[in-house]
């Protein structure tokens, strides 16, 4: 799969996961019949069980964590989460592999690379939000830019830079 492909399953799944409700808290360790460990989360009153090897893949790999919220698919979950300030994503599949991670944060958190690569090019735009996304061993940034006229998506990587999408204001 391209690395377009991929942006573009990582941005649907993160907005299908905009859609879900749902709180999480690690409850207990439960045996559902199979040799595979399963834990039980809290979700707003209800339980959810999930692989065990998700629950310590995403402690150990964000254990500063907060404000966890969890959310189920017929393909995976997805745990919301704010860690240092910016809101991340991240993606397990139902054997509780991670997947991806989305973080979401402002210009004064995007690497100095990454924002001399945008400014050169759009050098009269102000960037106005990031998502970075990784997925396995790449990561893409998703820059919104804007100036007067015009809001542009850029996607960009160490490889390259495009403009994925582009609206023209109006009055």
Do not use: C
Request: aromatic share 12%; glycine share 4%.
């Amino acid at each position: 799969m391209n690395k377009k492909n991929l942006i573009a399953v990582a941005i649907y799944v993160v907005t299908i996961a905009a859609a879900g409700k749902a709180s999480a808290q690690q409850v207990k360790n439960v045996s559902n019949g199979s040799n595979t460990e399963s834990t039980e989360i809290a979700t707003n009153g209800s339980n959810m069980t999930v692989n065990t090897k998700l629950v310590r893949h995403f402690k150990k790999d964000y254990p500063q964590a907060q404000r966890e919220i969890w959310y189920s698919f017929n393909d995976g979950y997805v745990a919301k989460f704010t860690k240092d300030a910016i809101t991340h994503r991240a993606g397990y599949n139902r054997a509780g592999n991670w997947q991806y991670t989305i973080a979401y944060y402002d210009e004064k958190k995007l690497p100095a690379d990454i924002r001399t690569k945008v400014k050169m090019t759009y050098y009269d735009f102000a960037i106005t939000f990031i998502q970075e996304i990784k997925l396995h061993d790449q990561t893409v940034y998703l820059v919104y830019v804007q100036d007067e006229t015009t809001w542009k998506i850029l996607r960009v990587s160490d490889e390259d830079m495009d403009v994925m999408d582009e609206f023209i204001k109006t009055n």
